[in-house]
């Protein structure tokens, strides 16, 4: 059980009087000891993202059982247990505080929690200034039953994503999310199994390496979402090492800290048995934001499109033509319209807005293709003379 003076203890350690660890030389490595004190020897600004699964704080009293009186296996390690909700709380400061200092101005953290503990884990988030952009429901496909009968089934964990700070500019992968969900736009309640089979560490004796050990596929959608090759990402409660894994099969960089030796011990093998087998192409997350600005009327002078030449939409419900200077021409009743493909598509449509990259379309033997695939050989053709 951690006391409230064994946080005090914690807490007042010395930046000052302690080597400091070069991240660099961390990288990929699993580091042994308190995760607080690790992180306070890190050299400041020098990580990219953070996922954090700390102690829950579960405060589980006696041993439970299934309704044919067989014990669950539940979390009831050391770990876990906390003298008062006030050590809780001192603890999660502490710890977010070092995970602060050490993350990037443009980083952004991840933290993993239940109802025993996500509450005031946010209320400490927001007071150390970090800036949460989402909070995110996992919701468990196979969640454990709720044996004695007398709550709802704990069916969901919750997962705070924060920037550093308001001013942040934070990665995020919009245009991979979308792809990852058959182009439509990644929500913020995810579906998916909680960690078992294959996938779940044993030892010799079959009993399980860690209880709350995460599924890949999480950590997997979480780093996609926020990482890029090359990124550093830090776990300071490293456990069976999921994100370690992870981020090794997608080719980022990992730092774990762990106290446990055991824990340790088969994370270490667990990553170790995986082979880097993804080139550096297949792991790359392009984004339409930071690709290069192409205006329409290049497509124009390149001889990609000729003055002229009719777009429609793809119902071939309203027309346009292609005037000389890049600005489309185009008439609906008594109306007549003159501007760019976005601010034209709008007013045929009657519409604030509209993309006229993906609405406007011109015709090339005998099919309709979008004119953001002429944009798109542009690019082609920009990056090969580059």
């Not at 050299?43 to 009186?69: K, M, T, W």
């Not at 030796?261 to 087998?277: H, P, T, V, W």
Request: glycine content about 6%; hydrophobic content about 35%.
């Amino acid at each position: 059980m951690i006391h409230d003076s064994e946080v005090l203890s914690s807490v007042s350690t010395k930046v000052e009087s302690q080597k400091m660890l070069s991240t660099k030389e961390c990288l990929n490595q699993i580091l042994q000891g308190d995760s607080i004190e690790l992180m306070n020897k890190l050299e400041p600004e020098s990580v990219d993202v953070i996922f954090a699964d700390p102690p829950y704080n579960l405060q589980l009293n006696g041993d439970l059982h299934r309704p044919d009186n067989s014990r669950v296996d539940a979390v009831d390690d050391e770990w876990d247990k906390f003298e008062s909700l006030v050590a809780y709380d001192m603890f999660t400061k502490a710890w977010l505080e070092a995970a602060k200092r050490i993350l990037k101005p443009n980083g952004s953290i991840w933290v993993i929690g239940s109802y025993h503990n996500v509450f005031r884990m946010g209320a400490s988030i927001q007071d150390l200034g970090f800036w949460i952009l989402n909070d995110i429901i996992w919701r468990k496909a196979n969640p454990m039953p709720n044996f004695r009968g007398r709550r709802f089934t704990n069916a969901h964990e919750t997962m705070i994503w924060a920037a550093k700070s308001q001013d942040s500019k934070y990665r995020f992968n919009y245009d991979a999310m979308k792809s990852l969900n058959d182009e439509l736009q990644m929500r913020s309640d995810w579906y998916m199994p909680i960690c078992s089979g294959n996938e779940r560490l044993k030892k010799d004796s079959g009993e399980k390496v860690h209880p709350t050990q995460k599924p890949e596929a999480l950590l997997y959608r979480v780093l996609l979402a926020s990482t890029q090759p090359g990124d550093v990402v830090l776990d300071p409660f490293f456990g069976s090492g999921t994100t370690g894994a992870v981020a090794k099969k997608l080719g980022r960089n990992f730092i774990g800290l762990e106290r446990d030796e055991a824990y340790i011990k088969y994370a270490q093998e667990r990553i170790d048995a995986i082979e880097e087998g993804a080139d550096a192409s297949s792991l790359e997350i392009p984004s339409k934001r930071e690709a290069q600005r192409i205006p329409f009327g290049w497509l124009i002078e390149r001889g990609l499109l000729k003055p002229g030449t009719v777009l429609t939409d793809n119902k071939k419900n309203h027309i346009a033509k292609i005037g000389a200077d890049g600005n489309l021409i185009a008439e609906k009743g008594k109306n007549k319209f003159r501007g760019s493909i976005h601010k034209v598509g709008a007013a045929l449509q009657d519409a604030p807005s509209c993309n006229g990259w993906t609405y406007w379309h011109y015709k090339e033997d005998g099919q309709y293709h979008p004119i953001d695939q002429l944009r798109e050989k542009v690019r082609e053709q920009i990056q090969k003379t580059s």
